[in-house]
């Protein structure tokens, strides 16, 4: 940890394999999920995190991390660290596992993340963007030849705190019109969190000896509302951490969410996402932003939205095509009923037809009248 404090802001990687035509059912139907145990240790001790928790179901494996989380689909990866983990270094053990254990070729691969609140703790490639992007850049294979970065603008000075609050977007590919992926992410970072929601966060006296990790984070979990988040339908696995933290993994189908607790006042901070689906429900995946925020009551949020941009995109029950502005609006509306005012927004395409938005909120200024 750093001296500073926990580093909450994830780091986070998708990747996404071709699989092969002529491979046997198994492989075929189960792609990565049969990557050996072996193999994904191997990755994630590069890292330098470890599997705390796991679970799956027809559709996906999902473990909680000692830090954060893993989500793995028969052709896709999505791996999130936090504090001063180093998760590029899991690319190249990953690559090569997934080529020789299961003749799978990487397709895509995107990198996000958000600013870090103790830059100077992070090792490399991690303290400069432009360091993970050529590492990212020499560990991906050369047939990914489309590739764009991108750090998605600050909001206009003066801004509250005077901080800086980017996203920073790596995406690689193989084609640069990835019609048929079509996926939404929905990530969101929120710090200052409320006080007395925070401390929820934290085990209660006993909790060492009395409860074990999963039942002490399921506490946290019915005690947060966090359950909700998703759908009734979800099944949900808590982690608590010692003295403080939380994890948690939610299931639905191909869906997945995730959240992740900082409670230490000074430095709190937790996050939110969800995925997996295509945007048949697009509105609906977005405004579930308004139930992660309303469980902390940040004082400083942002959201991301990834999605499969082109021509195939719409939102299901409209039928209207997905375009930054409906997303914005969308996002808009689950956040500002908080009292958290828009302070940016922002939208970039990348190759394989991706659009990712930015926005940015931060809680109004008590009025001086
Ligand atoms: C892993 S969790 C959630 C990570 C997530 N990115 C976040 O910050 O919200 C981090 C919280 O758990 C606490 N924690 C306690 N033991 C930990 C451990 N062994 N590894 C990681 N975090 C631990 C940290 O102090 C922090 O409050």
């Known amino acids: 940890m750093a001296s500073s404090g926990f580093e909450g802001f994830e780091k986070r990687l998708e990747l996404v394999f071709s699989l092969p035509v002529c491979a046997d059912g198994a492989r075929a139907r189960h792609g990565l999920r049969l990557l050996p145990v072996g193999a994904l240790r191997e990755a994630l001790d590069a890292a330098q995190c470890a599997v705390v928790s796991a679970a799956g179901n027809a559709s996906l494996d999902a473990y909680v991390l000692s830090e954060s989380s893993l989500f793995v689909y028969p052709s896709r990866a999505v791996l999130k660290t936090c504090g001063t983990t180093r998760l590029l270094r899991a690319v190249p053990p990953l690559l090569r596992a997934a080529a020789a ?19 100077e ?13 050529r590492f990212l850049d020499a560990a991906v294979p050369n047939s990914l030849r489309f590739r764009r970065s991108a750090v998605m603008p600050p909001p206009p000075p003066p801004h509250r705190h005077g901080q800086e609050h980017k996203w920073h977007v790596y995406t690689a590919s193989t084609s640069d019109d990835d019609g048929g992926a079509a996926r939404l992410t929905v990530e969101v970072c929120m710090t200052e969190l409320d006080r007395t929601l925070a401390k929820q966060f934290y085990l209660t006296p006993g909790d060492d000896v009395g409860r074990t990790s999963h039942a002490a984070g399921d506490a946290m979990t019915a005690a947060s509302g966090l359950g909700d988040v998703m759908n009734p339908r979800a099944l949900v696995f808590g982690y608590a951490f010692a003295p403080c933290g939380y994890s948690m993994n939610a ?3 191909e869906r997945y969410a995730t959240v992740h607790v900082t409670p230490e006042d000074g430095h709190s901070y937790a996050s939110y996402e969800c995925g997996g689906g295509g945007d048949d429900d697009a509105a609906g995946t977005i405004a579930s932003v308004g139930k992660a925020v309303a469980a902390f009551r940040p004082g400083a949020v942002s959201v991301s939205v990834c999605y499969g941009g082109g021509s195939g995109t719409t939102e299901g029950r409209t039928g209207r095509a997905i375009d930054a502005a409906w997303v914005w609006s969308v996002v808009a509306d689950a956040v500002e009923t908080m009292s958290l005012t828009c302070r940016s927004r922002a939208a970039e395409d990348f ?4 659009t990712v938005t930015y926005q940015t909120f931060t809680r109004a200024p008590a009025s001086s009248t």
């Open 351 to 354: 190759p394989g037809s991706i």
């Open 251 to 253: 299931l639905d189908g």
């Open 121 to 133: 703790a992070q090792p490399f490639p991690h303290a400069d963007f432009a360091d993970e992007v």
């Open 101 to 119: 254990e299961l003749g799978l070729a990487l397709r895509s691969c995107r990198y996000s993340r958000g600013s870090f609140l103790f830059p």
